[in-house]
């Protein structure tokens, strides 16, 4: 478990079953900020009912393709869930992008949504609402009450089209077994 001074930036939370909150049992939580402050992050594998022909509808951007108005959009957590993100790769600079590490960036500006309306956006892309978020050591004692476990982030699993394995495929990197884990936890 990391210590309060590991930064988490880049990295996954994944959520342990002592977690009973619907909005974030068996999240995937990529991590976007984290300080002393407070952190941000996004949860990747929790789908809206919305797909992104009902956000260019409500932004007045046109599309013609439509296996791209068909691409599912997520729900990054409870926080603001009026604002967009678009958590990408490629490091093509949109006009609020902010790079995460690792080839990972996210972007909260209307320019990103108009290039993937018209298919000259990034290769690989999740389109969010809302974020999660946690005041300064709240996420720390999450942390140590066992809410979450912590996981180096792959491209591979983020972007994977396999929506509902991302938790399982995220937490196999870890390399033991979710029954080994104890529902009490201590400190020594």
């Given amino acids: 478990m990391p210590s309060s001074h590991d930064n988490l930036v880049g990295q996954y939370l994944l959520a342990t079953p002592s977690i009973q909150d619907p909005l974030f049992a068996s999240s995937l939580v990529f991590m976007c900020e984290h300080s002393k402050e407070g952190s941000m992050g996004v949860v990747v594998n929790h789908l809206s009912d919305q797909t992104l022909e009902n956000i260019f509808n409500q ?49 909260s500006s209307r320019d990103i949504l108009e290039a993937i309306a018209h298919n000259t956006g990034p290769q690989k892309f999740i389109v969010l609402l809302g974020f999660s978020g946690w005041s300064a050591g709240q996420l720390e004692q999450e942390l140590q009450d066992n809410a979450w476990l912590t996981a180096r982030s792959n491209p591979d699993i983020t972007f994977s089209a396999d929506i509902d394995h991302k938790w399982q495929m995220a937490f196999d990197t870890l390399g033991f077994d979710l029954d080994s884990l104890s529902p009490i936890s201590g400190n020594a």
């Fill in 59 to 107: 932004l007045d951007i046109e599309c013609e393709h439509q296996d791209i108005l068909d691409i599912p959009v997520f729900i990054g957590g409870p926080v603001k869930l009026q604002q967009g993100f678009v958590l990408h790769s490629a490091p093509t600079q949109w006009e609020k992008t902010i790079n995460i590490g690792e080839g990972i960036y996210l972007t």
